[in-house]
């Protein structure tokens, strides 16, 4: 199929295009009528709270924590298996009460899960008992 080249063509195309620049001209200015208010952000406590599965927990805290969920859910394992939580919980991943509890905010700021990898961290005290 080859394209027409008249000189006739080529102004009843640009004659096309300026009505279709005319067109979105007027529905812009339509739209400036109307005010919309971007949706309110949620913060991450309150993302947490409304949470109904565990991935929105973990997306709250990739949120407070600046990593992706796929580290989220690494540091979380961390701590399931230094407590040997995996046998008490084996879908500890899936479970929303477990992630709930990971993301309560403290009064350090910090939400439970970086407190615990701190505390993770942290070489036991001389003389301490095990």
Known sequence: MAIESTPAWVIETRQQISDVRAW?????SK???FKIEPAPTLSVDEMV???????????ALERELGIDRRTVLAKAERLVKAHALDAKLPEWSTNVRLWKYLAERQSTGNVRLVDALFALNTPAKAGAAK
């Open 24 to 28: 979105l001209a007027d529905v812009e």
């Open 31 to 33: 739209l400036d009528r």
């Open 49 to 59: 709270a409304a949470a109904e599965s565990a991935t929105s927990v973990q997306k």
